[in-house]
C-alpha cells in the first residue's frame, strides 16, 4: 500500500471519529497517514483528543499539534484506528511488526471501537501466513522465553535494530517468533502468555470491529457483524 492508497484508507477512517472524541493513535505507516489525515481536520476545526501508542506517534501528533492526553486520564476511548499486519476473515489480527504490540493492545483495549487500516495484501486466510508472530518479553526473562517458546514450535529470533537489540516504549525486547498458519490461535496465545516473562503477543483476537482494506482505487469494509456471519 503506498502513500497515496494510506491516504484514501486514512480518509474514510474519519467517518468514524465525531466532533469531542477521544481517539486511540496507533504506530506504523497506516496508522501515520490516519494521524496526518486527523491533523488536517483539526486544524479545520475538529475537538479531539488522541492517545498515542508510541513515543514515535506521540511525537508525530503533537508536532501536527493534535491535542493528546495519557490514557489514565481519559478512561475509556470513543475508537482507536490503527494499522495491522494480517488480517484473518473473522477480522482477528497480527500486529507487532512496528514494535508497539502491547500499548497498542492495551490502547485497543481501552475503546469502544477498534478500526483497522491495511492494504488489501495484509488479509490471510489465516494468521501466522506471513511467518512471523511477535511477541514482547521482559529482558531478565528472554532467555527463558525463548527455550519455552522454541518447545511450542515457534522459532523465536530477537529483534535487532543496526545489530543491536530492539528495545520497545517499555523497555522490553520484542522476539520474532517463526509460525506456519496457525490452527488454534487462542489456544497458542494462553501457551504463550503463560511463560513466565512474555508481557503480551501480537495476537489480537477478537478486537477489531471494522478493518479497512485499500485495494489499489478501492476500498472494502469489513465489520465484525460481517465477518461473525461467514
Known amino acids: 500500500m503506498n502513500r497515496v492508497e494510506s491516504m484514501q484508507g486514512a480518509q474514510y477512517a474519519l467517518r468514524y471519529v465525531g466532533d469531542g472524541s477521544v481517539i486511540g493513535l496507533g504506530t506504523g505507516r497506516a496508522a501515520t497517514s490516519f494521524?496526518?489525515?486527523?491533523?488536517?481536520?483539526?486544524?479545520?476545526?475538529?475537538?479531539?483528543?488522541?492517545v498515542p501508542t508510541s513515543a514515535a506517534t506521540?511525537?508525530?501528533?503533537?508536532?501536527l499539534r493534535i491535542p493528546l492526553a495519557a490514557l489514565d486520564e481519559v478512561g475509556e476511548?470513543?475508537?482507536?484506528?490503527?494499522?495491522?499486519?494480517?488480517?484473518?476473515?473473522?477480522?482477528?489480527l497480527i500486529k507487532g511488526y512496528g514494535g508497539a504490540l502491547v500499548r497498542e493492545k492495551i490502547v485497543a483495549a481501552s475503546s469502544r471501537r477498534l478500526v483497522i487500516l491495511v492494504g488489501r495484501e495484509k488479509l490471510?486466510?489465516?494468521l501466522g501466513s506471513r511467518g512471523v508472530l511477535p511477541v514482547e518479553v521482559l529482558p531478565f526473562g528472554e532467555a527463558l522465553c525463548r527455550r519455552r517458546l522454541a518447545l511450542l514450535g515457534c522459532r523465536p529470533q530477537p529483534r535487532l535494530v543496526d545489530g543491536t537489540p530492539f528495545i520497545s516504549d517499555n523497555g522490553n525486547r520484542v522476539l520474532d517468533c517463526g509460525v506456519e498458519p496457525i490452527t488454534d490461535a487462542p489456544a497458542l496465545e494462553?501457551?504463550?502468555?503463560d511463560i513466565p516473562g512474555v508481557v503480551g503477543t501480537g495476537l489480537f483476537l477478537g478486537m477489531a470491529d471494522v478493518?479497512?482494506?485499500?485495494?489499489?482505487?478501492?476500498i472494502e469494509v469489513h465489520s465484525r457483524d460481517d465477518a461473525e456471519t461467514h
Open 35 to 50: 494521524v496526518r489525515a486527523l491533523a488536517e481536520r483539526v486544524h479545520a476545526g475538529l475537538a479531539v483528543r488522541g
Open 58 to 63: 506521540a511525537s508525530l501528533a503533537a508536532e
Open 77 to 92: 476511548l470513543d475508537v482507536t484506528v490503527d494499522g495491522a499486519d494480517e488480517v484473518d476473515p473473522e477480522l482477528n
Open 124 to 126: 490471510v486466510p489465516r
Open 190 to 193: 494462553r501457551a504463550i502468555l
Open 211 to 218: 478493518v479497512i482494506a485499500q485495494d489499489g482505487d478501492r
